[in-house]
């Protein structure tokens, strides 16, 4: 039986294409599978009776995640790749031995070939596929030994060979055949199987006319046939590139206040992996990629491949130039299809985090009610969270949410300009909070909340029970909030001695603590990023000569930002009744300004 996280990511699965990932307890990978419809496929396994090995599998699934595609194809290479990466324990049968899905390869030699291989080698050949369908790409060489021959024999053999009888071999088994012939035949060769088959289709739907305008009727059978092999084969895909060139394809997708971000990694041309992280976003959607893709290759054991790929967007020169690694922007074809499968794939990863929390809040009593008996306190209704945030020190403030019965209460939501200017002590700035926060409720004689839960570790966590107790003389169960290595809900801090209190991942009372702490921290990044702003766009302005308060508020009020007065014309300037002087200074400074730094 399906257990509630999953029976809610079941709803949220989406009638596309694409691969699987089942996931046991512990988060590891153990079955791979794809599908042309990833919501049919997937509920089979919780919605069906098994047997066997695919009941035991069923038995150990605790996760799944998706990843989507364009096309069936797409998904059965993906598979192939993530099955080989992984390993995993349930696909017995395609882990063992070779991929078994064939390239289709241009020798390079003095008199080269066209074969079916296996592998991919550095020998310089040309490489096309792999191609799932075995017998179609095998019925693709055939056709295209007779319509583009090159060498079918062994090599010189002082005689011409039955291929070359049958039109099949240029005829290296008894002279020597010119470079330039070759090299028009490969170049042929290689437009067909990039997918320019134009030519070769009508030729064979003639043949297949003529066929059976004759009455041969097995023979239009076998051209029709071979027409189909052909599309078969050069039916384009993305998840497979010819191009070996390491490369890292990163696209976002924002919503209310998130970024998702999804970065494929292609290596031995092949998508080889894939990383996704969400996250609460302080300033627009292109400055936090900026920064996120520089941060990322700063991490350890994260080299920088030859080329990374990004959406128009984005600032191509400037990530470019940090990073010191080449930085494209596709605008068509293969690579630019892998940047929009990015972007699917980071919108469906948010639509489903929000959708989880939607769903989850049909349980949210009980999770308040298995959150109290997890730490061995009075069932209550009222969760109040606290969270701080700063840039450098600047503009110190503080938030706080409000949970009634497991559900946010924005009614009661509260911000706090902090009057503590040292950012570095977590402590005052925690007492600070606290104290104004629970003195207030004391002189209004408002209700108390059940438990206060915190975002940070035992400083934080012992400011405030030190205020409670030991200022105002509270006794609030307070508990803090511990994220893991990867910036997500890990556990909690409570007790006398601050012991962790382990969550079930799959808890109700896990998916609460998690609601909680996104949103105290979203709610405090947005304010923040507020006040920031405000603060950035009156400092820069202020310090232009002959600009006031009431100039200063003319300005914001009809321009919104420092970006959109930079690039007014002067005289809009002075029709807010601002002498031409003074328009020419502040036109000068914030261009000047917006040369040097990214306007707010």
Known sequence: MATPHIEHKLRLLPDL?????????????IYVGKAKNLKNRVRSYFKSSHEGKTAKLVSNIRDFETIITSTNKEAFLLEITL????????????????????????TKERDPQIKIVN??????????????????????????????????CNGYQN??????????????????????????QIKHIKSFLNGNVGIAKKMLTAKMLKASGNMEYERA?????????????????????????????????????WISIQIFFIRQARLLKRIKRTFPIIDSPEEEMDNFIAGFYSQENQPLPNEIL????????????????????????????????????????LDEKFRLMELDNIKTVGAMEDLCNLLNIPNGHRIESFDHSHIQGADLVSAMVVFDDGKPNKN??????????????????????????????????????????????????????????????????????????????????????????????KSQAFYLVQRVQDEVHRFAINFHRKVHTKHSLSSELDNIDGVGSKTRNKLLREFGSLNNISESPISKIEALGISH?????????????????ELY
């Open 221 to 257: 059978a076998e051209i029709r046939d071979q027409l189909k092999y052909i599309e078969i084969t050069v039916e384009k895909q993305k998840i497979i590139s010819n191009d070996t060139t390491p490369r890292d394809i990163f696209n976002y997708y924002v919503n209310d206040g």
């Open 310 to 349: 990004i959406p128009e967007k984005l600032d191509k020169d400037m990530i470019a130039e940090a990073l010191d690694a080449p930085v494209r922007v596709p605008k068509r074809g293969q690579k630019k299809d892998l940047i929009d499968m990015a972007y699917k794939n980071a919108k469906l990863v």
């Open 159 to 184: 005689r011409p060979c039955l291929y070359y009888h049958m039109g099949q071999c240029l005829g290296a088994c008894f002279k020597k055949v010119p470079k330039s012939v070759y090299n028009e």
């Open 412 to 505: 009661e939501y509260r911000k706090y300009k902090l009057k503590n200017e040292d950012h570095a002590d977590e402590a005052a700035s925690t007492r600070e909070v606290i104290r104004r926060r629970y003195s207030y409720l004391l002189k209004s004689h408002l209700p108390l909340p059940d438990l206060i839960l915190m975002d940070g570790g035992v400083i934080q966590l012992n400011a405030v029970k030190d205020v409670l107790e030991n200022e105002l003389n509270l006794q609030i169960p307070v508990a803090g909030m511990v994220k893991n290595d990867k910036h997500k809900t890990a556990d909690l801090l409570f007790g006398q001695l601050d012991e962790h209190v382990y969550l079930n991942p």
């Open 119 to 152: 592998h991919i080698k550095r020998d310089g050949g040309y490489y096309f596929g792999p191609y799932p369908n075995v017998y179609a790409a095998d019925e693709t060489l055939h056709f295209l030994q007779k319509v583009y021959p090159l060498r079918r």
């Open 83 to 106: 099955i080989h990466k992984h390993r995993p324990h349930f696909n017995i049968q395609l882990k063992q031995g070779n991929s078994g899905y064939p390239y289709i390869k241009i």
């Open 581 to 597: 002087k003074v328009a020419q200074n502040i036109k000068f400074t914030l261009t000047k300004v917006k040369n040097n730094y």
């Open 17 to 29: 294409p694409g691969c699987y990932l089942m996931k046991d307890r512990l988060g590891k990978i």
